[in-house]
Every structure is written in C-alpha cells, then in structure tokens.
C-alpha cells in the first residue's frame, strides 16, 4: 500500500496487527490528534485503491464507526497545527475539497434544500475517494432515483447494502427499493440482486438470521467470477456484523474472528494492489 512522504510526521503503531474485524482491514492508527478516550485517527486505504495516497480517519469506538474526515495525510497535519494541541476539528469543503466526510455534508444540506444535482455531483466526489462509503451511497441512490436514473440506482444500490456498517447506516431504503424490482438487467448476474428477497439488514436479538447465508454464497460468487473489490467489500461487512453478535450466535454460525480476518487478508491478495495487510 503506498505510503505518503508526510508518514515521518506521525506516529504509525508499528505493533497493529489486524486480529478483530473493527477497526477495518486497511486502517493504520497513529498517535497523533488522539482523545485518550480510546479513539484515535489512522490512514485508510480504500478497497481497491491501495496505490493512492490513503485518507485520514477517525475511529469512534462506542459505536464502531469510522469517519473519514480528510482527503490526506497532509490535509490533517495542516488541521492539528492549526488545532494548537486541540482537538483538529473537521474542515470544510474550502479547507479539504476531497474530504468525503465534508462533501457528505454539504450534499445534505444541498438535499434539504431541493438542490439535487449539486448533492449528487458532491457525493460522487466523495464516493470517487471513498467508493465504500455508506452513508454516501445510500443518499446517492436515493438522488439517483429522484432523478429517474434507474440503472444509476440499481448500481449504487447493492454498493450500499454490500458496504461496511462502520461507514454508516444500514441500507435498508434501498433494499426495500431492490426488493419492489422485478426487472434489472444490469445486475442479471450480480448475487446480491438475486438473494434480495432473503436480506432483512436486521441484526442481533435472534438466534438465526438468514442474512449471513446469503452474503456468504455472495462473497463466493464475487471470488469466483475475481470481482475481489466487492468479494473485499462484502467480507469486511460480513465481518463487522458478525463480530457484533453474540459469541454463542458466532459459535453457531462457525465465525472465528481471527480466522476470518486471515481469510480478508488472503482475499486482499487477489486485488490488483492488493494486499490489505
């Protein structure tokens, strides 16, 4: 994975191993701009970008949620010395205009505003640095179907519901929105469009839930037809939910964190700049 020149200017923990599924396969930790709460800033690779300079994220532990705050490692270096030993606080689209975190933002108040080809030209910046995004996508695709661009939709569609939760919200609007098409030649073949009607994108609080069959036999679909950035996607979904189960449901379902994780790394392989780890 390519590291920026700016890597001498923090505090990379030399000692991270990816051994649980959160933090995400591709999240490296630093020190610096760290809480003390438990919550730290790291570089993240985006899956399938892993020769482009990496984003600067924000782990909010208590929820298992990653924000991707700035473009660049750079970009955050210029926010913590503004900050002056304070918390750097997230900048705006004129302080980091390939923030994703900042263009999901400002593509919000532009929804609210009824100004939809300015949101859909602002989450498709941030979708272009952050294709995994799902907060992103799940507002895209609802623009997207404003808009009549139905194939556009479809697309972007089972990109949110395939994309890790610690990106954002469950894609239920949009999977909702698959399971009323009965026609979608663009994703004839794809094994998400295919197992719709099976997902409920409801977690926890049961002692079987179908969902994990159906992204499994999907991961294996993506692998085989060497489609890895989403095989790489999915895994790190199933992953994340799996890991927010109970231990006994994760004994039922044969998931052993450590030997899923090994499973990623090895996947990651298959990506054109691959690996992950």
Not at 102 to 108: H, I, Q, T
Not at 160 to 166: H, K, N, Q
Not at 175 to 196: C, F, K, V
Request: hydrophobic share 40%; with cysteine.
């Amino acid at each position: 994975m390519f590291l920026p020149p700016q890597i001498v200017e923090v505090s990379v923990d030399q000692s991270w191993r990816y051994e649980t599924p959160y933090p995400p396969l591709g999240f490296r930790p630093f020190a610096e701009g760290e809480l003390g709460n438990g919550d730290s800033f790291g570089l993240y690779w985006p899956i399938g970008l892993e020769t482009r300079e990496p984003i600067v994220v924000e782990t909010w532990h208590d929820s298992w949620q990653i924000q991707p705050t700035y473009s660049s490692l750079s970009s955050f270096l210029a926010a913590l010395e503004k900050a002056e030993g304070e918390y750097p606080e997230p900048p705006s689209i004129e302080q980091d205009a390939r923030s994703p975190r900042a263009l999901f933002e400002d593509a919000k108040r532009k929804v609210q505003a009824q100004a939809v080809a300015d949101a859909v030209s602002l989450l498709e910046r941030a979708l272009e640095v952050l294709p995994e995004y799902t907060d992103a996508l799940c507002l895209l695709w609802a623009q997207y179907v404003r808009q009549g661009r139905i194939d556009e939709a479809l697309a972007v569609a089972v990109k949110a519901i395939i994309a890790p939760p610690s990106f954002g919200g469950r894609a239920t609007k949009p999977l909702r929105w698959l399971q009323g098409r009965s026609n979608a030649p663009t994703l004839e073949h794809d094994p998400i469009w295919q197992g719709r009607a099976e997902l409920e994108l409801s977690y926890g609080g049961v002692k079987e839930n179908g969902d994990y069959a159906v992204y499994r036999a999907a991961i294996q679909t993506y692998l085989n037809a060497s489609r890895y950035v989403e095989a790489c996607t999915l895994m790190q979904t199933y992953a994340e939910l799996m890991h927010a189960e109970t231990v006994a449901f994760q004994e039922r379902q044969g998931f052993v964190k450590a030997d899923f994780v090994a499973t990623q790394i090895a996947a990651s392989r298959k990506l054109p700049h691959g690996p992950r780890a």
